[in-house]
């Protein structure tokens, strides 16, 4: 079974741009989380979705958007970018919530 | 929040001996407790996770324990080989969905042949 995939795996942005970054899960996965991971501050949880509904949402800026699709694709959207916002942006995916999360290899996003 | 503390931050040890990675948590209401593998440049990998009705599991080389009562979880790795060189994350899932998984800061394990 094919696992997480991520497109783009690699972004360059400039200040006040905006990306959007997708995520598809593994076949048959109907959850999707996305984190970010800086060398600062770790991974840190963005937000969560199951069938197309956000069940919670990390303490992020809402510059920092996503959804879901119903055929559980995912895209997160960051607007307006900030220099703190460089970081490798995962994405997880799960049968179910509160079950295994599996990581795609990410997106690394930088901004300049 | 959950918190999870994870030491030591470096372990460095020979080909063939075990490892111990410790992580401790604050809620005591998180069930779910995985550790994920990643190597430069990929994204985290599961290896084992283990759910609060356990107090241990093992799979081939790699063990965890977990003490609910101390609040504290711990990976083992025996009989070490150099593909084991990475750097490992525990987490926990504080219940209910709320903030995802919270993650240790992380473990660079290096293996010296």
């Known amino acids: 079974k094919a696992g997480v995939t991520q497109t783009p795996r690699y972004l360059i942005k400039t200040r006040g741009q905006q990306v959007t970054l997708s995520c598809s899960p593994i076949?048959?996965?109907?959850?999707v989380s996305w984190y970010q991971q800086t060398p600062g501050q770790g991974l840190q949880f963005l937000f969560e979705?199951?069938?197309?509904?956000?069940?919670n949402k990390g303490n992020f800026p809402g510059r920092f958007s996503g959804r879901q699709f119903s055929n559980s694709r995912s895209e997160m959207n960051v607007s307006t970018l900030e220099l703190g916002d460089s970081a490798l942006y995962l994405c997880?995916?799960?049968?179910?919530?509160?079950?295994?999360?599996?990581f795609g290899p990410g997106t690394r996003l930088t901004v300049t | 929040g959950e918190n999870v503390e994870q030491h030591p931050s470096t372990l460095s040890v020979q080909e063939g001996d075990s490892a111990v990675i410790k992580c401790t948590y604050s809620?005591?209401?998180?069930?779910?407790f995985p550790w994920y593998k990643q190597e430069l440049g990929k994204g985290p990998q599961l290896i084992i996770d283990?759910?609060?009705?356990?107090g241990e599991k093992k799979d081939q080389r790699i063990a965890v324990t977990l003490n609910k009562t101390a609040k504290h979880f711990s990976l083992h790795i025996t009989e070490t080989q150099p593909e084991d060189s990475a750097v490992y994350f525990c987490?926990?899932?504080?219940?209910?969905?709320?903030?995802?998984?919270?993650f240790g800061k992380g473990t660079h394990l290096i293996i010296q042949p």
């Open positions: 997880a995916s799960s049968p179910n919530p509160r079950t295994s999360w599996y």
């Open positions: 076949s048959g996965h109907r959850s």
């Open positions: 979705y199951f069938s197309e509904t956000q069940r």
């Open positions: 809620d005591s209401a998180s069930n779910y």
């Open positions: 283990i759910r609060s009705n356990v």
């Open positions: 987490a926990a899932d504080p219940g209910g969905g709320a903030d995802g998984l919270t």
